[in-house]
């Protein structure tokens, strides 16, 4: 029997080799915290791969208009509507910002970045919000249903906060909304819950919608005549799924989907299960979490067209890249927003130029993107409604406004689902990945295909 | 037939994965009589040292052969710590306690690799030929024979280890009677340290080589524990023949289940074939199994396990409750928001542990499924909300008493299984309730959420959003808290009272010896049920509060993860205690303490899960009885004995303290 003073010797020596191998090891967490707009190459997305920077990721394409066509926004100082500084002397507008990071799972890790990268712009070349200088209010989820509404308390009763932008949140997402009484522009809605809030803008569209399309790619592009699809069974995935599954219907493409246990490791069986080994589509769908499994599966079982694996750009992660080796799977992915390095979109290179001479490593990751355009977007709205706007008015603003966003769709269509107000885009983009940071475009804006 | 046989043979993989970790678990029961919920990370630990020694990560990164090594020595490094500082300290501690310490030990694992290397997925070079086999029409991947191979090979051994050396029959002489291995020259101690050696190894050499059906991360591996732990359970926790086939067929029912799933017959919701269709099957094998194995009472020669922690019996009520009243009410109007927020979370806690008090404090019935109880609540205060117009106080009864009726089928299961075999059967249960029961969208989490709508009474708004201010504005609003606030008094004063009257006798009977409790004429059977009907409806209660106080009811707050965190810092608080709920609430979620320490330390996330687990094992070993038992015993060593009680014409004496 060990003796009480040397259990607590013991204790303290376990302790102490704990917190050396957490302190001591390569923390990915500080890619992520707040403020943050130098992250490694490592950490971002398509710098990923072993030998590529953010400069050498390129997306090639035949179409003659890439990004929101005639569309896109060139001109940012316009689009937010002031140029110059901000005048440090004036009070601060604050804009309350969400993303879930610091815990077990993160969705989008770098969006935190993506939102201090256009607060920086929008300050610094942009004329803030009528001359006001722009801060970011952060508060982070990290893996508990509670904090969702501790966010949304520090936030609400904040009166100098009167709109909220959001990154990518699941967990806590139902309080979050619960407990707060102002606007909340969100760029991707990860869950399905996002689109239904009536306080809710969600600009570049939710899985259950944004993912229709598919349907319409298998039909008019791949000409498919069948289709294999497997997913998790969690919450927020799987609505997506059965979007999926009625876009292929919808399509008049037979599908098979499977869905299997969070837990489930091996996932030949439900590929097999699906059909995926004969079948002309085969759509990996999941969140980040679970893409490095199905990846592995489907390279096991030699399934590897990359133009008939497609599937959601949540696998375009960091996390993924490094769980496959330092690369994004080899697939075709339906965006909802502009991929970096397409040469075809005009408000791309505007945006890549910017974060050139921001040295923003991280900017080839979806998420920065996103973040970037949601906040940009907040902030034309903002001084369009006038930094003293009330939240009612911050709102309106927000559902009456068609577009284009910047590094989004060409054109917004809020409140077209009665049974989902918030969500304004339900088109998709596609682009094949080909490796080492080069997508090829497969398909232009696509909308779902009618039933 | 021949898809049939081709998903058996696909199952082989996870099947060889889940019962390579079941035989682990065995491994540990056997030497030290401890459920290692920490068997999956153990595995990760191995798997993330061979990535970081062959990928570089640590050192300029090696060939197969010296990583292979390293990580053998680290796997056996680890395995020592772990029995040294969190197993051998509670070998005479009662099962749950056990049980949370191999909690307290999953924490540190995944809290530690999370903070070492990210959330990041990391790439785990294969060791198996990745080549495949063209088998039944179909592509098979040669590598998940290949595993099945090797755990079949790890199980025979270990089966001639246990069955022919000395070695192994000294450990089954152990695990049957300590005592009498002592007398007879076998040292336990040693014994359970072999055994947790090779449980690390065996664990270990899962996590090295499943890495082309698995994906390393925090999360994917010790989440296999869930189906190994069945899998050791079908197998009685000793024999790795048959723990070995059950997690070899658990893998292949799932299989031939997402077979299924694709056939025009299997049910569909929103288009996609139902949702935890496997989980409840995988439960309903369990419970049966169990069921018809298991005994009304405990055979005569059965192992009697360590008691749990004394229950003293409540003094006072009255004073406490009022003080309660009282200084809760004025915190609630002096507090900022956040940490107004943060007393509700702490309560409502605390109405969550009551419910493990009862059950497991004062029966012995170790329930993981109380949690998942609570979710149910939830959901039908949402649904009854939302789709009936119930409001207030209807629908938080309604969810209550379906909380009490699923409870009561869990008891149901409890008539015949006990101890720690009770604790995975709930286990799975809680798993089934959350997967089929709260991910379906029809009597689940619809696809816009779970809305719950402000409670109002007699026209007032009695929830978050009530018009009443504290002294600081804000959400959520005192009258909230005030509501909670009496419920929470009112359940402890229920729970104090149980402890008090005759009934909380019988359970304390109950809970001492079953067979000893039937012998002095007490139905064991009723106060089971009983028991575990209150302890229900008490997690339904907690449920609408969690529901009110959201705004919303959501499924990833009820998992079976959760419930296992939820048990062993109730257990930590004291859980045979009302004063060790109310500890057990201060640390909850969100509760005062974890905001405390975010607000004024910035102690929150990844940093506060390995706190909590370093917390959580040091408890366990500093005060066995959790800290409320500690605190009540410095308290009443230094207090004269009262006098002997009369009540109802029968002396209670002081000396009911339980031991």
């Known amino acids: ?451 | 037939m021949q898809q049939l046989l081709l998903f058996v043979l696909l199952g082989l993989g996870s099947g060889a994965l889940i019962a390579g970790l079941a035989l682990s678990v065995v491994l540990t029961y056997r030497g030290s009589g401890i459920i290692n919920i920490a068997t999956g990370a153990m595995a990760m630990l191995s798997g993330y040292c061979y990535w970081a020694l062959k990928t570089g990560e640590i050192g300029g990164g090696m060939s197969t052969a010296p990583a292979l090594v390293l990580t053998l020595v680290y796997t056996l490094v680890v395995g020592a710590l772990i029995e040294l500082i969190a197993f051998r300290p509670l070998r005479n501690a009662s099962p749950l306690a056990k049980l949370v310490s191999s909690l307290g030990v999953l924490l540190i694992a995944q809290a530690s690799m999370l903070l070492a290397f990210g959330t990041t997925q990391k790439p785990q070079p294969p060791i198996l030929p990745t080549r495949v086999v063209h088998v039944l029409g179909a592509i098979v991947p040669l590598d998940r024979f290949l595993l099945a191979g090797i755990v079949i090979v790890i199980a025979l051994l270990l089966m001639a280890l246990y069955r022919w050396s000395r070695f192994g029959l000294a450990t089954r002489a152990a695990s049957e009677n300590e005592v009498n291995a002592m007398l007879a020259g076998l040292s336990a101690n040693q014994l359970s340290m072999i055994n947790t050696l090779l449980a690390s190894v065996v664990a270990g050499s899962v996590g090295v080589l499943a890495a082309s059906i698995t994906q390393l991360d925090s999360v994917s591996l010790p989440l296999q524990v869930v189906p190994a732990l069945a899998a050791a359970l079908l197998a009685r926790l000793t024999s790795f023949g048959i723990a070995a086939a059950a997690g070899i067929g658990i893998g292949i029912i799932n299989s031939l289940l997402d077979y299924f799933s694709t056939q025009s017959w299997f049910p569909t919701s929103d288009g996609v074939p139902l949702p935890g269709v496997k989980e409840l099957v995988a439960f309903l094998i369990i419970i049966t199994a169990m069921f018809l194995r298991g005994n009304a009472l405990p055979g005569r020669g059965e192992l009697i396990e360590q008691r749990l922690p004394f229950v003293p019996r409540p003094q006072r009520l009255a004073a406490p409750a009022i003080t309660a009243l009282i200084i809760g009410a004025a915190c609630f109007m002096v507090f900022p928001f956040d940490f107004r927020q943060a007393l509700i979370n702490t309560l409502i806690g605390v109405v969550m542990a009551l419910s493990l008090v009862v059950i497991t404090g004062f029966v012995g019935q170790i329930s993981v499924v109380q949690l998942a109880l609570a979710g149910v609540s939830g959901f039908t205060v949402s649904h009854l909300a939302v789709d009936a117009g119930i409001g207030f106080p209807l629908a938080p009864l309604a969810g209550a008493l379906l909380a009490v009726l699923l409870g009561l089928i869990t008891a149901v299961s409890a008539l015949r299984v006990r101890g720690v075999a009770l604790a995975v059967v709930t286990l799975g249960a809680a798993v089934a309730i959350a997967q089929f029961g709260f991910n379906n969208s029809i009597w689940g989490g619809g696809d816009s959420g779970s809305p719950v709508p402000e409670p109002h009474l007699f026209g007032w708004d009695l929830g978050p959003r009530s018009g009443l201010h504290g002294l600081t504005e804000g959400l959520p609003s005192p009258m909230f808290g005030f509501v909670v606030l009496l419920v929470t008094v009112g359940m402890c004063l229920l729970v104090a009272s149980l402890r008090r009257g005759d009934f909380g006798q019988r359970m304390l009977a109950v809970r001492s010896n079953e067979r000893a409790a039937a012998a002095a004429a007490i139905d064991v059977r009723m106060v089971k049920l009983i028991a575990f009907s209150i302890s229900a409806g008490i997690a339904g209660v907690a449920g609408a509060l969690y529901a009110y106080n959201f705004g919303s009811v959501s499924a990833n707050r009820f998992s079976a993860l959760t419930a296992l965190a939820l048990i062993a810092f109730a257990y930590a608080g004291g859980i045979t205690l009302v004063s060790g709920a109310v500890f057990a609430g201060l640390i909850s979620t969100e509760g005062l303490f974890p905001h405390a320490m975010d607000k004024w330390l910035g102690i929150n996330g990844n940093w506060f899960l390995l706190f909590g687990g370093v917390i959580l094992i040091f408890t366990l070993i500093q005060h066995p009885e959790g800290v409320a038992g500690a605190f009540y015993k410095t308290l009443h060593k230094r207090r004269r004995p009262s006098a002997p009680e009369v009540r109802g014409g029968r002396v209670m004496a002081e000396a009911q303290v339980e031991r």
């Open chain 1, 1 to 451: 029997m060990v003796s009480q003073s040397l259990r607590g010797w013991l204790g303290v020596a376990a302790a102490i080799v704990v917190l050396g191998a957490a302190g001591c090891g390569s923390s990915d967490e500080s890619s992520t915290t707040a403020g943050s707009t130098s992250a490694p190459a490592a950490d971002t997305g398509a710098s990923t791969t072993a030998d590529t920077t953010a400069a050498d990721t390129t997306a090639s394409t035949d179409a003659d208009s890439g990004g929101a066509g005639a569309d896109s926004v060139t001109d940012y100082a316009a689009y937010v509507g002031g140029s110059g500084k901000a005048d440090p002397s004036k009070s601060p507008v604050t804009i309350g910002w969400v993303n879930q990071q610091g815990g077990q799972e993160v969705i989008g890790a770098a969006a935190t970045d993506g939102a201090d990268f256009a607060v920086k712009a929008i300050n610094d070349l942009y004329g803030g919000i009528d001359g006001h200088p722009v801060v970011l209010k952060k508060c982070f989820i990290k893996s508990a249903e509670e904090e969702g509404t501790t966010c949304a308390q520090q936030l609400g009763n904040d009166s100098a906060v009167k709109v909220v932008d959001m990154g990518g949140v699941a967990t806590g997402i139902q309080s979050f909304y619960s407990s707060i009484d102002k606007p909340v522009i969100t760029g991707v809605a990860v869950t399905p819950v996002d689109g239904t809030q009536k306080w809710g803008t969600v600009l570049f569209g939710d899985a259950a919608h944004v993912l229709g399309p598919m349907g319409t790619y298998a039909r008019d592009v791949l000409k498919a005549k069948s289709a294999a699809m497997v997913y998790p069974n969690t919450s927020g995935v799987r609505e997506g799924a059965a979007a999926i599954t009625q876009a292929m219907k919808d399509a008049g493409v037979p599908a098979k989907g499977v869905g299997y246990s969070q837990g489930q490791t091996d996932l030949v069986g439900p590929l097999t299960a699906a059909n995926a080994q004969s079948a002309e589509m085969v759509v990996p769908y999941s969140d980040a979490s679970g893409c490095v499994n199905q990846a592995k599966a489907l390279q096991q079982l030699g399934i590897t067209d990359s133009k008939k694996i497609v599937s959601a750009p949540l696998c375009l992660n960091p996390d993924v890249a490094a769980g496959l080796g330092g690369d994004y799977p080899l697939w075709t992915y339906s965006i909802a927003s502009s991929l970096y390095g397409d040469p075809t979109d005009k408000s791309m290179a505007v945006y890549m130029k910017l974060a050139d001479q921001y040295k923003i490593k991280a900017a080839p990751d979806p998420w920065v993107i996103v973040s970037f355009g949601v906040v940009m977007s907040t902030a034309k709205l903002l001084n369009e409604v006038g930094p003293d706007a009330t939240s009612d008015d911050i709102l309106k603003a927000a559902r009456a406004f068609k577009g284009p966003v910047v590094l989004g769709a060409p054109e917004l269509a809020c409140g077209k689902y009665p049974d989902a107000p918030a969500i304004c885009n339900d088109r998709a983009q596609f682009f094949t990945y080909a490796g080492k940071g080069k997508f090829d475009k497969a398909a232009g804006w696509l909308s779902q295909p009618t039933g």
